[in-house]
């Protein structure tokens, strides 16, 4: 069992790397070739139709995944749930296109680019075959990831091949479209492989009120992650959204990184909870704690030291204005990776739904509060402040619940001090490199003497989280490179 949770970390640690690599690979190609605003408004697009695709997933990711962990080994109970869920989502996805539909040709700010808003809606489209939350739930990461990996690689090939001057702004479009396109199409071949064959149903209703319940929360998480896109498109201009965007591209690059245990413990936890074995799920959470701790500080504090110069030299001249929001955005992997854990793993791991909404509510009114204030002033600085200051909010919010409703107690707050103490002593490093390298020279070595320096020092304090690390590597390399090619 323990084997089986490292070696599904490890894939989804692949998995999410792959999401730090490919937008590597390719932003610095987009923001010269779409500029600014092209950048902005192909943002603006997505976000705006997200939004629509939201309400048509009706939390389903979430529940998806904990209900079919309980039923994995139950073949007649997973065709029934899976044609139960698809048929609820399809029913959803059907309302809110034609919603997405009329604003955006009565809204003339929408209407002006409507066909780009429409191809971005793609994603909207193919919500009921999004079902990444099935092969999740029945622990399939390897899977997953073997299937990602060659999707994005496809998307890049096309992307160098297609996008050649500004006015292929939608065929960028389009491809982010045909990659969700493949994705799902890829899945339900996998899925009618493994004997699940889905039909329309309308017997569904027992899903509705605990969905209702996960709906919520990922409405009010949706709000304060994504409301700031949207605002500062009405409320200011396409290049601020293009500047703050270019900063979350990287914030959002990295954080899966340290984000990644999530998806692969709450199948797990759902299985512990139900034998209710709480010394495992506290062991686990005060790992999962840990782990979050030593790999986010140390990033935040790297990017913070290397973005005034690296921000110009990887999007371009144009995007010095996207420095600022970086430095302040890039500090919510930090907090987004305890609200991962605290919120995803634990509150809704455990059941606690309701706990998990309340907590999420309140960051989105302070998140709408803030953006109101400060956009108008300070654009995509202010966007950022407010993302910040709301994530904070919600994690303490978060840790309140996990406190007063279950028996997880954390245990290591004095490592966590240690790995944030350590990652500042970055300041210094970075300032002592930039007397003698410049560019990508100064980038380059500054990362690598900054990582090497906070390895070693965890290292001889001997912490946990990277034994932990290095154990699970060594152990697991053999058995994931023969996974892996079995897909």
Not at 226 to 233: E, F, K, N, S
């Amino acid at each position: 069992m323990v084997k089986s949770i490292k070696r599904n970390f490890l894939y989804n640690i692949l998995l999410n790397i792959s999401k730090v690599i490919f937008p590597l690979i390719t932003a610095p190609y987009v923001s010269r070739v779409l500029e600014p605003d092209g950048v902005g408004l192909f943002n603006f697009a997505n976000t705006y139709a997200g939004w629509f695709a939201l309400f048509a997933a009706l939390g389903i990711p979430y529940y998806g995944i904990r209900e079919v962990a309980k039923i994995k080994d139950d073949i007649g109970e997973q065709v029934k749930f899976v044609s139960e869920i698809i048929s609820i989502s399809a029913i959803a996805t059907f309302v809110c296109s034609i919603l997405m539909f009329l604003t955006l040709f009565f809204i003339p700010q929408l209407n002006e680019n409507y066909i780009t808003f429409l191809v971005s809606g793609i994603i909207l489209y193919m919500t009921p075959f999004k079902i990444d939350w099935f092969f999740q739930g029945k622990e399939e990461f390897g899977y997953i990831t073997f299937r990602s990996l060659i999707i994005k690689t496809l998307s890049v090939i096309l992307l160098f091949l297609l996008v050649r001057e500004k006015s292929d702004l939608l065929i960028y479009v389009a491809l982010n479209a045909l990659a969700v396109v493949l994705n799902e199409i890829w899945n339900f071949v996998k899925l009618y492989k493994s004997g699940i064959h889905p039909y329309f149903t309308l017997s569904g209703n027992r899903h509705i009120k605990p969905l209702i319940a996960l709906f919520s929360s990922a409405i009010a998480i949706h709000v304060y992650m994504y409301i700031d896109t949207v605002m500062l498109g009405f409320m200011t201009n396409y290049e601020e959204v293009g500047y703050y965007n270019c900063a979350t591209h990287i914030s959002k690059a990295i954080l899966p990184i340290v984000t990644s245990l999530s998806a692969v413990a709450i199948p797990r936890i759902s299985v512990f909870n139900e034998t209710h074995s709480w010394e495992e799920i506290n062991n686990l959470m005060n790992k999962s704690f840990s782990i979050v701790g030593y790999l986010s500080f140390p990033i935040a504090f790297g990017v913070i030291v290397v973005s005034p110069v690296f921000v110009p030299l990887f999007f371009g001249e144009l995007f010095k204005e996207t420095i600022l929001p970086l430095q302040i955005l890039i500090t919510t992997i930090v907090i987004i990776g305890f609200n991962n854990i605290a919120g995803m793993q634990i509150l809704i791991g455990l059941g606690h739904d309701r706990q998990y909404f309340y907590s999420v509510l309140t960051g989105t009114f302070i998140n709408l509060i803030l953006n109101s204030i400060l956009i108008p002033c300070l654009g995509a600085i202010g966007a950022a402040i407010a993302s910040v200051l709301s994530e904070l909010i919600v994690l303490f919010v978060m840790l309140y619940f996990v406190y007063s409703k279950t028996y997880i107690r954390i245990s290591i707050h004095k490592e966590l001090l240690i790995d944030a103490f350590i990652a500042c002593f970055f300041v210094g490093v970075a300032f002592g490199i930039s007397k003698i390298c410049v560019g990508w020279g100064y980038v380059f070595v500054t990362l690598f003497l900054c990582s090497s320096f906070y390895v070693l020092i965890q290292f001889f304090l001997r912490n946990s989280s990277e034994q932990l690390l290095i154990n699970m590597v060594l152990k697991i390399y053999s058995s994931i490179r023969c996974d892996f090619f079995k897909h």
